[in-house]
């Protein structure tokens, strides 16, 4: 019934895909007005069909399903910022790195990369272990974010995650 209407089931179904989607990539992906898409939203959330979660700046859309967990939920708001899912490919493909490491692999100034750290150790999502003066990072969960990555490669579009499912693809059919 609360999805008869073809508008609001591409709407549910690019949320069920791309669980964390925002707004603005809603709009860029579907094509659809502003008004008439949180006109749509706001129907959704308000029948219990999808929730949205605040993360910062952006309002993140889930299904109201059972599929992902809080958690994972979590995990995936940090893996839609480019910056932060960059961060967890690097420590999970180098665990053990510094701040200085990552931001030369990725590209970014260490004080950006210092405040993306300092986001995910607060989450629980990297650990910190501090040596003397120099602290380095780990991912807590590894294989947990691996499977959201694999599960959900569709919906993002990047580079270095491609390169990250070929290495994971390619580990796993040698350890066969």
Known sequence: MELELETRKRIFETI??????????????????????????????????????????FLRYFVRDKELSENDRLVMSFLRKKACRHILITLMENPDLNNKDISSAIGLS???????????????????IINGRESNFEVI????????????????????????????????????
């Open 16 to 57: 069920r895909s791309s669980p964390g989607i925002h707004l603005r990539e809603l709009e860029r992906s579907l094509g659809i007005a502003v008004g008439s898409l949180q006109y749509h939203l706001h129907y959704m959330q308000k029948k219990n069909i999808i929730s949205a979660q605040k993360d910062e700046q």
């Open 110 to 128: 260490p004080s950006t990369v210092s405040w993306h750290l300092n986001k995910l150790v607060a989450s629980g999502v990297v650990n910190k």
């Open 141 to 176: 969960n590894p294989e947990e974010i691996t499977e959201l990555i694999i599960t959900y490669k569709s919906s993002f579009f990047d580079r270095m995650l491609d390169n990250f499912i070929e290495m994971w693809e390619l580990d796993t059919v040698n350890h066969k």
